[in-house]
């Protein structure tokens, strides 16, 4: 499975866009890219995901590069809720889920 | 509908002990998958089970084992505990067979264990 780099933190103002970056310059073909987050105390929990084109759902959408190398969770209106650790995971059908240290996100008032 | 339950949520052992902690997948999911969480770190995959098989491992050495039983629950043997087991333990639950729509995975809130 390919590995992803993300930041180790972001800030974001509450009621704004929190725009999530992610390489993934070695995926391949047939490896789709998954976002979880996981609020303290918590086990994570399944944002999105997609294989090439973009994708949106009632959580977020995920804008991902023609050539696939990188990514963009994009949290339209950030609430004080949003404030966790975002994972981005690529991965094929049927592959192992392997978290990294994932992007602190800090929504603030 | 309930989601992914986990048993029991805080257990303290010594060194040497032995634990199994216990899963109970989301309705209708019938793919049970283990992981090892250390503080400030990511989930780690321990190891996945579908009809009552051991189907994927992760790094993870031969004290720790699992079960799958055939109403789908899941219990995670560990077995002559080290300090560096102390750690959350995550359960999660997906749909098989696999495809791109029934791999999201359900995580539960985890069992914190903490080895003396």
């Known amino acids: 499975d390919a590995k992803t780099t993300q930041p180790p933190s972001m800030d974001c103002a509450e009621g704004r866009a929190a725009n999530l970056p992610c390489n993934h310059s070695t995926i391949s073909g047939n490896e789709y890219v998954y976002w979880y987050r996981q609020i303290h105390s918590q086990g994570p929990q399944y944002i999105i995901h997609g294989l090439k084109n973009n994708e949106t759902n009632e959580m977020a959408s995920l804008i991902i590069t023609e050539d696939r190398k990188s990514s963009t969770l994009i949290l339209p209106h950030a609430t004080l809720r949003d404030t966790a650790v975002y994972y981005c995971?690529?991965?094929?059908?049927?592959?192992?889920?392997?978290f990294g240290q994932g992007t602190e996100l800090s929504v603030k008032p | 509908d309930a989601g992914v339950t986990q048993s029991p949520t805080h257990l303290i052992k010594t060194r040497g002990q032995q634990v199994t902690l216990r899963c109970s997948p989301k309705?209708?999911?019938?793919?049970v998958s283990w992981y090892q969480q250390a503080l400030g770190q990511g989930p780690q995959f321990i190891f996945q089970y579908y009809e009552e098989e051991e189907r994927q491992r992760g790094n993870f050495p031969d004290r720790f084992s699992g079960h799958q039983f055939p109403n789908y629950s899941s219990e995670l043997n560990v077995n002559a505990l080290l300090l560096g087991d102390s750690a959350l333990y995550l359960c999660?639950?997906?749909?098989?067979?696999?495809?791109?729509?029934?791999?999201?995975?359900?995580f539960g809130s985890g069992t914190q264990l903490s080895v003396l």
């Open positions: 995971i690529v991965k094929n059908q049927g592959g192992k889920l392997i």
């Open positions: 999660a639950s997906s749909g098989y067979p696999v495809s791109s729509t029934n791999e999201k995975l359900f």
């Open positions: 309705s209708g999911h019938d793919t």
